[in-house]
């Protein structure tokens, strides 16, 4: 009979405590921590994760707002193509300006003063002052002409030993031809460093 008692009266505790508990809240264990079979109260919305995909773009309404949207996106490729260019990635570049090669060839022309930035200015006064139909100023400009010629090819020669030699040794097993680098080296060598596409990444003086 003891134990019917005692069995009652722990009924009883436990209801009196479920009366107590508000509805909604978390029933907690005897160490304060919330039950895993509490269900959360109702008239809650679940919160969703939140989508961080670009949304697509609705179509075009028409065929002028389809050839605006066309004319938009070829600008926006053509801006970052010729972005890319400018700064040497090698998605972007042109066929002859590729290849670790290339980009060694760029650093050693930029990194100096080349005379042949000069030969095609000399060239076009030596064009005018034939035009003028003076004959002392003309054999002048040939001569000044004939000077920067010569002084362009000391310097694509020089140019050229440098670009075999460090070729030789960062590239070991390189199979692009040695002709075709010092004709790119000799190319760039005589446009202006503005005009150079890819820019120049290093200045005068910069080690390669």
């Known amino acids: 009979m003891p ?5 009652k009266s722990a009924n009883l505790v436990e209801e009196s405590v479920s009366s107590v508990t508000p509805e909604g809240t978390e029933p907690e264990t005897a160490d304060g921590s919330a039950t895993k079979a509490h269900t959360p109260a109702k008239g809650k919305a679940t919160p969703k994760r939140t989508d961080g995909r670009r949304k697509p773009e609705p179509p075009p309404a028409n065929k002028r707002e389809a050839y605006k949207r066309m004319k938009t996106k070829q600008r926006s490729e053509r801006s970052e193509a010729m972005a890319g260019m400018r700064a040497g990635d090698e998605r972007f570049l042109m066929p002859r300006d590729k ?5 060694l060839v760029r650093d050693i022309v930029d990194s100096r003063r080349t005379v042949g930035t000069w030969f095609f200015g000399s060239a076009f006064v030596v064009l005018l002052g034939t035009g003028t139909g003076n004959p002392t100023f003309v054999m002048y400009a040939q ?3 004939f000077a920067i010629a010569f002084a362009t090819l000391v310097d694509t020669v020089l140019i050229c030993r440098k ?3 460090l070729v030789r040794e ?3 097993k390189s199979t692009v031809s040695t002709r075709s680098l010092y ?14 596409m890819p820019q120049a990444r290093l ?3 910069d080690p390669v």
């Not at 290849?99 to 980009?103: D, F, N």
């Open 99 to 103: 290849g670790p090669e290339k980009a």
């Open 203 to 205: 200045k005068f003086g």
């Open 163 to 165: 670009v075999g030699r």
């Open 170 to 172: 960062r590239f070991p």
């Open 143 to 145: 001569l000044i002409w």
């Open 183 to 196: 004709f790119y080296a000799f190319m760039r060598a005589i446009t202006f460093r503005r005009l150079r």
């Open 3 to 7: 134990t019917l008692f005692r069995r």
